[in-house]
């Protein structure tokens, strides 16, 4: 199994037994080595290479350790590339220092111990390696972090469009959180409303229903679907609403706002029963067909004449009750359907009944 290595050294020194001696080493130790035998070479195969770490010679002709660190740390993609500056003077502090304000990470003195080399190496690799992995996360991090607030501003506009009350509430019957929503519809701020419960907030009556609701959804762990009406500010506001567990102690209520459903609902009601009353109450015969000729009423006086019982023409067609009449009465519907104009002074005779 091929073994993956350690990480990627660039070696400068313009030393060929040197160069040599530190390559073997490092290649002994698991690491992938470049070589450079000057700063200005270095600099090249650093920027096509990208090592994980540059060890260099402070004294090269041309570009020497001090520059190649300047050169380094100038150049964006290699600036966090860790460098380790290796001198053949011992004890020179003045260079130490010139070569840590260049850029040097660390810095050996000749003549060393290959192992202290070696864990120098290991630490340095280490060091960029986990700061590229902190970079790493920290971008993670803020991606996620720019996709939440994203994510939280589409859910608070979504939210302020939306026409239900959605609130969450304790198994006391207590409000946790309130969505933004319609504040007409609320009986108190919403920020007064959150740790208060609902026997706080509604009369006692109305309370106990809500209370009772939540109770029965956390006690079944399933959602329960309710009518009711509110009044809220002298007006009589009909929801239709859900109360959903949301954990062992807490459920979700959304409630949509369906007053005006409710009064077309009556509307329509209302004149049901109008039209009823007068196809009831009607001597002459009497018949509401819809589009495709069925019956959709009929009063008893023309099911008398067709001989037959309303319920026997109710949802048929015209040709299904009184196949007899149809050619003569079908054309005349039709027409007032097509033309929207009524048609007057029609005389049909013919059989009816069975």
Request: glycine share 6%; aromatic share 6%.
């Amino acid at each position: 199994m091929e073994i993956e290595p350690k990480g990627r050294v660039l070696i400068v020194n313009d030393s060929p037994a040197l160069l040599k001696m530190t390559s073997s080493l490092l290649r002994q130790s698991g690491y992938t080595v470049f070589t450079a035998h000057d700063g200005r070479e270095g600099i090249e195969i650093a920027r096509r290479e990208q090592p994980d770490l540059v060890i260099s010679d402070v004294e090269m002709p041309l570009v020497d350790g001090i520059d190649l660190c300047r050169l380094i740390r100038d150049q964006p993609e290699l600036r966090a590339t860790p460098l380790l500056l290796v001198s053949g003077i011992p004890k020179d502090v003045e260079i130490m220092i010139e070569g840590l304000r260049a850029g040097a990470d660390d810095y050996l003195e000749a003549p060393y111990d290959t192992r202290l080399l070696i864990t120098k190496v290991a630490r340095l690799i280490k060091r960029k390696r986990t700061e590229e992995a902190l970079r790493e996360s920290q971008a993670r991090l803020a991606v996620a972090e720019e996709s939440l607030k994203a994510s939280e501003a589409e859910l608070r506009t979504l939210f302020a469009a939306m026409p239900d009350l959605i609130f969450v509430l304790d198994a006391e019957g207590r409000y946790l959180r309130i969505a933004p929503t319609n504040p007409a519809y609320l009986y108190k701020p919403r920020a007064d409303l959150i740790g208060q419960k609902v026997h706080e907030v509604f009369p006692k009556e109305e309370a106990d229903f809500f209370h009772e609701h939540i109770r029965h959804a956390l006690d079944e762990g399933r959602m329960h679907r309710v009518e009711y009406s509110l009044r809220i500010g002298g007006t009589l506001i009909w929801f239709d609403g859900c109360v959903s567990p949301m954990s062992p102690d807490s459920v979700v209520w959304i409630a949509r706002d369906i007053t005006e459903r409710k009064r077309m609902q009556s509307e329509l009601a209302l004149r049901e029963r109008r039209l009823n009353s007068f196809f009831t109450g009607a001597t002459a015969g009497l018949v509401l067909l819809d589009k495709d000729l069925r019956y959709i009423h009929i009063n008893g006086t023309l099911a008398e004449m067709n001989g037959r019982p309303v319920e026997d023409h109710l949802g048929r067609t015209v040709r299904e009750v009184v196949p007899q009449l149809a050619p003569l009465v079908e054309p005349i519907f039709l027409q007032v359907l097509t033309t929207g104009e009524p048609a007057l002074n029609i005389e049909v005779s013919g059989e009816t009944g069975n």
